[in-house]
């Protein structure tokens, strides 16, 4: 049975359109999977890699602290927020160099002038939406109001005041907040050690990441020191602030503070007028006259590729190439300075430090009180969102989940023994919670090596087809040789056969007989 269908084969026309067949077949097969493989390739697929990470200790988060403006201005009394420039001049006069002016210890009238001037700008310049911003700015600057007018004033009097000195606008920002720091924190903003016998505290510096009408942010700058990593579930970080109720109306004395575990400057969100992010990591609940345990832990890690797609598009901050990538913080007032030098033909001086050198013009002014910004609002049309549509997150994600507990009211003792409710302090201890979170990391599922390795699979069948063919065609070739060989050894022996049977018989002839 299997001979008599096998019996085709042995016919040389049936095996060369079996093998044409075969051949044509595997063509098709190796054409598909190639142009599979490609469409593959070019769609760059992704593929997650989840799993739980336990660590023995944690780093610490960059925390900002929100504390609203009015509660840390309630340290000045009527006096020292009368704007007498006669005064203040006075005592700058005594500061005539940078040095002096950043290094010099202040008092009250020129701390609350500066902050104002700082947190008029900022509110200005930054707590606004590029669509309403012409707006804001022509208001400002042209108002003949007295809330304007003083405001423009003030805002004058320390441009010019910075530029004798040559100081930056952020410089003034930093000493302004220190000064505001050191009456409304006063040494009590610490990091807490654990061992098996004692717990010892050391004193956490605070930098000034934000100054506006709303809020006065800081965040602690770690050292070596205070920047180990966190080793227990006790509390790492103290922070007592303060306030005076006196210089407070009622409402002012209960307003919140917030804290950012993400470490962002102060919270864009509500002036953002795109989607904004995830508001994980950020409790605004903490309110004075109490105390709070916060706790805090890593819920999930994300790290995605780089990538410019819509909805997934984010860029890896702070990697090692040559390329510094700016924070979407800082390419966002790298747009808002495009935005308002576009409106009003100056620099802003809450964006200045933003600026790449390349980018600072020397010949524009600083924009100052927008006093001499002409725009015409009607017309104006902000392209802003085109700009912020380009500020990449960082692939690197933390979610946090935060738990703020209110555990006791703050009472102050009275002179007759009893003892009242106040919301002079606010104390916040916040403690780790698990050392145990999910990580997710995104990788490409096709490098380059990967795609030669893929692709070398498919065409490896041909490869292997080859030595086969390589090894059949040498056994073949052998074969036809060695019977060519013997053939021809076969035919040479019956010839020379042949030609012995066919040489003739020779008699002796007479003259042999007779010489013999």
């Given at each position: 049975m299997?001979?008599?269908?096998?019996?085709?084969?042995?016919?040389p026309?049936?095996?060369?359109?079996?093998?044409?067949?075969?051949?044509?077949?595997?063509?098709?097969?190796?054409?598909?999977?190639?142009?599979?493989?490609?469409?593959?390739?070019?769609?760059?697929?992704?593929?997650?890699?989840?799993?739980?990470?336990?660590?023995?200790?944690?780093?610490?988060?960059?925390?900002?602290?929100c504390?609203?403006?009015?509660?840390?201005?309630?340290?000045?009394?009527?006096?020292?927020?009368?704007?007498?420039?006669?005064?203040?001049?006075?005592?700058?006069?005594?500061?005539?160099?940078?040095?002096?002016?950043?290094?010099?210890?202040?008092?009250?009238?020129?701390?609350?002038s500066?902050?104002?001037?700082?947190?008029?700008?900022?509110?200005?310049e930054?707590?606004?939406?590029?669509?309403?911003?012409?707006?804001?700015?022509?208001?400002?600057?042209?108002?003949?109001?007295?809330?304007?007018?003083?405001?423009?004033?003030?805002?004058?009097?320390?441009?010019?005041?910075?530029?004798?000195?040559?100081?930056?606008?952020?410089?003034?920002?930093?000493?302004?907040?220190?000064?505001?720091?050191?009456?409304?924190?006063?040494?009590?903003?610490?990091?807490?050690?654990h061992?098996?016998?004692?717990?010892?505290?050391?004193?956490?510096?605070?930098?000034?990441?934000?100054?506006?009408?709303?809020?006065?942010?800081?965040?602690?700058?770690?050292?070596?020191?205070?920047?180990?990593?966190?080793?227990?579930?006790?509390?790492?970080?103290?922070l007592?602030?303060?306030?005076?109720?006196?210089?407070?109306?009622?409402?002012?004395?209960?307003?919140?503070?917030?804290?950012?575990?993400?470490?962002?400057?102060?919270?864009?969100?509500?002036?953002?007028?795109?989607?904004?992010?995830?508001?994980?990591?950020?409790?605004?609940?903490?309110?004075?006259?109490?105390?709070?345990?916060?706790?805090?832990?890593?819920?999930?890690?994300?790290?995605?590729v780089?990538?410019?797609?819509?909805?997934?598009?984010?860029?890896?901050?702070?990697?090692?190439?040559?390329?510094?990538e700016?924070?979407?913080?800082?390419?966002?007032?790298?747009?808002?300075?495009?935005?308002?030098?576009?409106?009003?033909?100056?620099?802003?001086?809450?964006?200045?430090?933003?600026?790449?050198?390349?980018?600072?013009?020397?010949?524009?002014?600083?924009c100052?009180?927008?006093?001499?910004?002409?725009?015409?609002?009607?017309?104006?049309?902000?392209?802003?969102?085109?700009?912020?549509?380009?500020?990449?997150?960082?692939?690197?994600?933390?979610?946090?989940?935060?738990?703020?507990?209110?555990t006791?009211r703050?009472?102050?003792?009275?002179?007759?023994?009893?003892?009242?409710?106040?919301?002079?302090?606010?104390?916040?201890?916040?403690?780790?919670?698990?050392?145990?979170?999910?990580?997710?990391?995104q990788?490409?599922?096709?490098?380059?090596?990967?795609?030669?390795?893929?692709?070398?699979?498919?065409?490896?069948?041909?490869?292997?087809?080859?030595?086969?063919?390589?090894?059949?065609?040498?056994?073949?070739?052998?074969?036809?040789?060695?019977?060519?060989?013997?053939?021809?050894?076969?035919?040479?022996?019956?010839?020379?056969?042949?030609f012995?049977?066919?040489?003739?018989k020779?008699?002796?002839?007479?003259?042999?007989?007779?010489?013999?």
């Open positions: 299997l001979s008599a269908l096998l019996k085709p084969f042995t016919n026309t049936w095996r060369s359109i079996t093998g044409s067949v075969i051949i044509g077949i595997m063509i098709a097969i190796t054409i598909h999977d190639s142009i599979l493989l490609f469409k593959r390739y070019m769609d760059d697929p992704k593929e997650s890699d989840m799993k739980i990470e336990v660590n023995e200790t944690m780093p610490v988060p960059p925390i900002t602290f504390i609203p403006s009015v509660q840390a201005t309630s340290h000045f009394n009527k006096a020292a927020k009368d704007a007498n420039y006669k005064e203040i001049n006075k005592y700058l006069n005594r500061m005539p160099n940078k040095e002096d002016f950043l290094e010099k210890k202040w008092g009250g009238k020129l701390i609350y500066a902050y104002t001037a700082v947190a008029t700008v900022h509110t200005l930054r707590e606004a939406f590029g669509s309403f911003l012409a707006k804001r700015i022509k208001q400002f600057g042209s108002s003949n109001s007295k809330h304007f007018s003083q405001k423009r004033k003030n805002v004058k009097f320390w441009i010019n005041h910075i530029e004798q000195r040559n100081v930056t606008f952020a410089e003034l920002r930093n000493k302004v907040g220190s000064e505001v720091i050191s009456l409304m924190v006063r040494d009590e903003f610490q990091r807490i050690y061992n098996r016998t004692e717990e010892t505290r050391d004193n956490l510096e605070a930098e000034t990441t934000w100054i506006s009408e709303k809020d006065f942010c800081f965040t602690a700058v770690l050292n070596e020191t205070t920047g180990d990593p966190i080793g227990n579930q006790k509390p790492f970080l103290f007592n602030y303060f306030q005076n109720e006196k210089n407070l109306p009622k409402d002012d004395q209960v307003k919140c503070a917030s804290m950012n575990f993400h470490g962002d400057p102060y919270d864009i969100s509500p002036y953002s007028e795109h989607g904004g992010s995830s508001r994980d990591g950020i409790t605004e609940s903490i309110c004075p006259g109490l105390r709070y345990d916060v706790t805090v832990e890593v819920l999930d890690s994300y790290k995605m780089e990538n410019d797609e819509e909805g997934t598009m984010c860029q890896e901050v702070g990697d090692d190439d040559d390329e510094e700016k924070t979407v913080f800082e390419c966002i007032g790298i747009c808002r300075a495009a935005l308002i030098k576009d409106i009003c033909n100056c620099t802003a001086m809450s964006t200045l430090h933003l600026l790449e050198d390349e980018d600072k013009d020397e010949d524009m002014p600083l100052g009180d927008y006093s001499k910004c002409e725009v015409d609002v009607q017309h104006y049309k902000s392209k802003e969102s085109e700009c912020t549509e380009q500020c990449k997150r960082d692939c690197q994600q933390i979610r946090y989940q935060i738990v703020s507990g209110q006791a703050i009472v102050h003792p009275l002179s007759n023994g009893k003892k009242v409710k106040s919301n002079a302090m606010t104390t916040v201890f916040v403690s780790w919670a698990s050392f145990e979170f999910m990580t997710v990391e990788d490409n599922v096709y490098t380059w090596s990967s795609f030669i390795g893929e692709l070398g699979g498919i065409l490896g069948l041909w490869l292997g087809l080859s030595i086969l063919a390589i090894i059949q065609g040498g056994f073949t070739s052998a074969e036809d040789v060695t019977r060519k060989a013997v053939t021809r050894i076969g035919h040479t022996s019956r010839r020379n056969k042949s012995k049977n066919e040489i003739p020779i008699s002796p002839s007479k003259n042999d007989s007779i010489r013999r």
